[in-house]
């Protein structure tokens, strides 16, 4: 796993190398009224999510996080590579290599770090999604998640199960039904802020949350 660490910190290094003036450079944040991931909540509260992206072609590396505005929230920084394969007919395969890492251990402890490959598809509308969370050496998370996305004019549905920490009892099983929306915000003739709202429904653990984003 710490090879798999040090490949990241190559990539990443290898992209800020590139003239920061290309084109292929973006940035922003979304500001939540929580963090809900995956059917789960973490933190108690509003959560700001910053992140950056290089991409060229169908490759793409970047970082995002997610961070409360008290001390007692939670706290996420993450790396990650994405390379999109175009299969024609508004169809794409992507895969992608996350790594995860929570703010409050030692960064450069392999320890503290969680990676994940993920395949995903998208067909026209459909979309279906596979990953696999592992732990680093000292700990024993192997977590699959599978997801399934049907987008109807300008709601979008979510369906979702896992096992291990996805779940309360570890068993795979739903744990992510959720149906959004997303409008544009008008300031100005301009300038405009895109909002989004999502229901969403974790029958594993019987909560049920509404989420609310601004993206600049």
């Known amino acids: 796993m710490r090879k798999t660490l040090t490949v990241f910190f190559f990539l990443l290094a290898g992209a800020l190398s590139l003239n920061t003036q290309a084109q292929g450079w973006d940035t922003g944040a979304d500001f939540v009224s929580s963090y809900v991931w995956r059917g789960t909540k973490f933190g108690t509260g509003p959560a700001v999510q910053p992140w950056a992206e290089y991409s060229t072609g169908g490759f793409a590396i970047g970082a ?26 508004a169809s794409v395969l992507t895969v992608t290599l996350t790594d995860y890492y929570f703010p409050g251990t030692n960064y450069f402890d392999g320890d503290a770090h969680f990676f994940e490959p993920m ?98």
């Open 119 to 216: 395949l995903g598809v998208e067909l026209g509308t459909f979309s279906f999604a596979g990953a696999y969370m592992i732990g680093s050496d000292a700990t024993d998370v192997s977590d699959l998640y599978l997801e399934a996305g049907l987008e109807l004019g300008s709601v979008a549905l979510t369906l979702g199960a896992g096992d291990g920490a996805y779940t309360m009892d570890g068993d795979f099983n739903v744990c992510n039904i959720g149906i959004g929306t997303s409008k544009e915000l008008k300031i100005t003739d301009s300038f405009s802020i895109p909002v989004s709202g999502a229901a969403i429904l974790n029958p594993s653990s019987e909560q049920f949350h509404i989420v609310v984003s601004l993206s600049l």
């Open 64 to 89: 995002w996080g997610s961070y409360g505005f008290t001390d007692d929230e939670a706290a996420e920084a993450d790396l990650y590579a994405s390379y999109g394969f175009d299969l024609g007919d």
